[in-house]
């Protein structure tokens, strides 16, 4: 399952995951900045946030209320697009997802 992440200078990387893996894990376990993930994927912080692709917004749905309580504590500006990507799971479905990264994250 290939995911790409577009830095917020605009530097893109493109990395082939585990299925099943979360969008956040993908990133952390192969040193993408600009996630940083600190609580591990339980949903108990905000540093990582992530803003979905445009064409992909709707195959990765929306957001839960207990993410949006979360993203509340968000470092950076928070959109209609704005996940935590340790919510978002790669499945077949979201091959070739495309993620946009926050200035930052702390
Ligand atoms: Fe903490 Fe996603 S890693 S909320």
């Known amino acids: 399952v290939k995911v790409t992440y577009v830095a917020h200078d605009g530097e893109s990387t493109t990395i082939d995951a585990e299925e099943g893996a979360s969008v956040m894990k993908t990133a952390v376990s192969n ?3 600009g996630i ?3 609580c591990g994927g339980s949903m108990m912080c905000a540093t990582c946030h992530c803003y979905v692709d445009e ?5 990765v749905g929306t957001r839960s209320d207990d ?5 509340e504590g968000a470092t950076s500006e928070v959109t209609d697009r704005s996940r935590l990507s340790c919510q978002i799971k790669l499945t077949p479905e979201l091959d070739g997802l495309v993620v946009h990264l926050p200035e ?3």
């Open 31 to 33: 040193d993408v900045d």
């Open 36 to 38: 940083v993930g600190e």
């Open 55 to 59: 064409a992909w917004a709707d195959k």
């Open 67 to 71: 993410e949006d309580d979360m993203l």
């Open 104 to 106: 930052d994250q702390i």
